[in-house]
């Protein structure tokens, strides 16, 4: 099956400063890659997506970047702000809609 | 959260004892999904159900339970085999044609 993995497990940046999330999967069909944000003791919410047959997506202070050959993608996070701190999950998917989830990155923004 | 809702937020049980966690979602999706959330493990996925009275085991289905009898609803039973309930539980929801799932705002298991 897929496995995904997600890097830093925790991250500190200071506002306005950005950050970066990187992911890793194992399975070439996966072909869909959502990130979700989760406050706590809530459920994550989805803050971006990309499919593979896009190499970057950009919503506001958001961008998903993909890599296929090399399976990876990454979130990046610009003009960080505290509401930002949270903890961010990726996934991906593929045939069947079977999602498989990073670890999980708590990103702190310091004030 | 949107259109999902999961009850109860907290939910105590003792241990030996069958727990049924409520998921209901007016969005008119046909899949919805159990995942369970521990800390440091991400979610892990319990069942799913691509469709009425249709259903899948997971990764990790071994002590649990679902019906989906309604389109709107997809209970999780969490049975007295499961030897490790305590978690944090959460529903999700897609429609049949797209791959975006959305989720709801969880049930905290304890059991004690």
């Known amino acids: 099956g897929e496995n995904v993995e997600q890097h830093p497990s925790t991250l500190s940046v200071q506002e306005g400063d950005s950050a970066v999330i990187k992911c890793t999967y194992s399975d070439s069909a996966s072909n869909y890659f959502p990130w979700y944000k989760q406050e706590l003791g809530k459920g994550p919410q989805l803050i971006i997506d990309i499919r593979s047959n896009v190499g970057e997506k950009k919503d506001q202070r958001i961008a998903v970047t993909l890599n296929k050959t090399a399976k990876h993608f990454s979130l990046h996070i610009t003009e960080t702000q505290p509401e930002d701190s949270a903890v961010y999950f990726c996934a991906a998917a593929g045939t069947g809609n079977q999602f498989y989830f990073g670890t999980g990155t708590s990103l702190t923004v310091i004030p | 959260d949107g259109g999902i809702t999961q009850s109860p937020k907290y939910l105590f049980r003792k241990e030996g004892q069958n727990v049924t966690l409520s998921c209901e979602q007016n969005l008119n999706h046909d899949a919805m999904y159990w995942y369970r959330q521990d800390p440091g493990q991400g979610l892990r996925l319990i069942y799913y159900s691509q469709i009425v009275n249709d259903f899948q085991k997971g990764d990790i289905a071994e002590g649990y339970s679902v019906s989906r009898e309604k389109k709107e609803s997809f209970p999780l039973t969490v049975t007295s085999a499961q030897k490790n309930p305590t978690a944090f539980y959460l529903c999700?929801?897609?429609?049949?044609?797209?791959?975006?799932?959305?989720f709801g705002p969880g049930t905290r298991l304890t059991v004690l």
């Open positions: 999700a929801s897609s429609p049949g044609n797209t791959d975006t799932q959305y």
